[in-house]
């Protein structure tokens, strides 16, 4: 048997590959599939399933490709419904791999699908378990995703994950290796450690809401501080319910290189948006006027998420040079399937051919210190997330969160002059993108963000406040 963690940084989402005697299955697979195909091949195994461990909402899972490409199976937990070809298992229902046995598990409550796989080795003994957004490692997951108005809240969906901790996971055997969804950096959760692998001994040792003492008080600790889920979320679930178009012809889309004529041209003519991956030091030198930055060597595929309403955007890039592919996998990891092109040669090329170019004023933090002593009312913007905000800010500092931007531009006024700050500097380059082309002329990135501010010693802070506290003010606000 073997059973590797496939595991994606930019997503903080774990995949999975097990193996046993020449047949093989993957749990919660990512988009594009090559990968995978190029593992099967390898190893000469026969994939006979593809485990879905819920209607995943912050990526757009490969099940479907993966079954068409194998001809595996796909298996969802008892309730799901789907418009593509599915086996719904029953609880307790199980599968056999090779020597190895996948036993289903239905735990509602992050979703009312939601399902773990417990996986029995050739002896039969409960070996390790596969808990997508059910239990992760430190916390579970967020209830309010899949809640339906009046007929299904928040609290009846961590009633229910209380329910299915206790009775299908917490009774496991302490020595049972656990293997969630994801890790620190995603949104399914609020309390993820960095650690992607644990076991159920240790859980219900160090896990806050598995050590939570009655139902109402796990209740309130899963429900307390939740931040609101990004706008992507609901579209991806949707996808990976209904299905989607398979990933070759996302990219042949994707992969047009466009000369800075043809680039120009297709701006002008249609409704694109033009998205540029670069590093944030190289957009602010120089950029193509109305473009909006989320770099590449970000958490790029979230802030795509958080920022772009339309999943159905028309998108060109302005890429480094042989990452043009990686860009188009990674909007589709999020849905975002209407890339038409990317400017070849890159910023570069445009700026060679002689077209306009704009670029952003960037400051150092003791330059906006030398600023704030000569005018103490300047328009300082904080665009961190609230509980960092609530943590510690500087004083005069508004919080503007760039999560939901968009919805709080018109609390601006684009004839002032703001100064961005973020916690190192990337998220303020975004915001600053944004605002630019959204006609906002005065904008000012302060370069190293909350930590170069804090490290220089000139500005007034609040007290800092502790993680549950943040979490609290947070929601408040």
């Not at 909402?57 to 079954?67: P, R, T």
């Not at 944004?434 to 220089?456: C, Q, Y």
Request: proline share 4%; with cysteine; net charge negative.
């Amino acid at each position: 048997m073997k059973i590797e963690q496939i595991y994606t940084g930019c997503l903080a989402q774990g995949a999975y590959y097990i193996q046993s005697d020449g047949e093989a299955a993957f749990i919660d697979p990512l988009r594009e599939i090559s990968p995978y195909l190029d593992r099967i091949k390898k190893d000469g195994v026969k994939v006979k399933y593809v485990f879905e461990t819920h209607f995943h909402a912050d990526f757009v899972s490969g099940h479907v490709d993966l079954a068409k490409k194998t001809g595996a199976k796909i298996v969802y937990g008892p309730t799901a419904e789907t418009k593509f070809e599915t086996h719904v298992a029953k609880d307790g229902e199980e599968f056999r791999v090779g020597k190895i046995t996948f036993k289903v598990l239905h735990t509602p409550g992050h979703t009312p699908e939601s399902t773990c796989y417990l996986l029995k080795n050739e002896d039969g003994k409960d070996c390790a378990v596969f808990t997508g957004d059910t239990l992760f490692i430190g916390d579970v997951g967020r209830p309010d995703l899949a809640q339906k108005g009046a007929d299904l809240t928040e609290r009846d969906l961590a009633g229910w994950l209380y329910d299915s901790l206790h009775s299908k996971i917490i009774p496991l055997a302490d020595d049972v290796v656990v293997y969630p969804a994801h890790g620190a950096g995603s949104a399914c959760g609020k309390n993820m450690s960095k650690e992607t692998v644990s076991t159920i001994g240790e859980q219900k040792a160090t896990n806050y809401a598995l050590k939570a003492a009655t139902r109402d008080q796990f209740i309130y600790e899963v429900t307390d501080g939740l931040a609101k889920p990004p706008q992507y979320f609901a579209k991806n679930a949707m996808l990976n319910k209904m299905g989607y178009e398979n990933i070759e012809s996302v990219m042949e889309r994707g992969a047009q290189a466009l000369s800075p004529a043809a680039f120009e041209t297709v701006v002008e003519e249609e409704d694109v948006l033009m998205l540029d991956v670069r590093d944030k030091t190289d957009f602010v030198k120089g950029f193509i006027p109305n473009s909006i930055f989320i770099g590449l060597d970000g958490t790029f595929a979230p802030w795509v998420g958080a920022l772009i309403p339309d999943l159905q955007q028309k998108i060109v890039l302005i890429a480094p040079a042989g990452r043009e592919e990686e860009t188009v996998i990674r909007l589709a990891r999020v849905g975002y399937d209407n890339c038409i092109g990317y400017l070849k040669g890159g910023f570069n090329a445009w700026k060679s051919a002689g077209y306009e170019t704009d670029d952003i004023e960037s400051i150092t933090a003791d330059d906006l210190a030398d600023v704030l002593k000569k005018n103490p009312n300047i328009n300082l913007l904080d665009s961190r997330r609230p509980t960092e905000y609530a943590a510690e800010h500087v004083e005069s500092a508004e919080s503007v969160p760039l999560d939901f931007i968009n919805d709080n531009m018109n609390d601006l006024d684009r004839r002032r002059k703001y100064y961005i700050h973020c916690a190192t500097g990337f998220r303020s380059v975004i915001m600053a993108s944004i605002l630019k082309s959204r006609g906002f002329e005065h904008v000012t990135d302060i370069a190293g963000g909350f930590a170069a501010m804090k490290n220089s010693e000139r500005f007034q802070m609040t007290d800092q406040v502790c993680a549950t506290k943040t979490r609290r003010a947070a929601a408040a606000a």
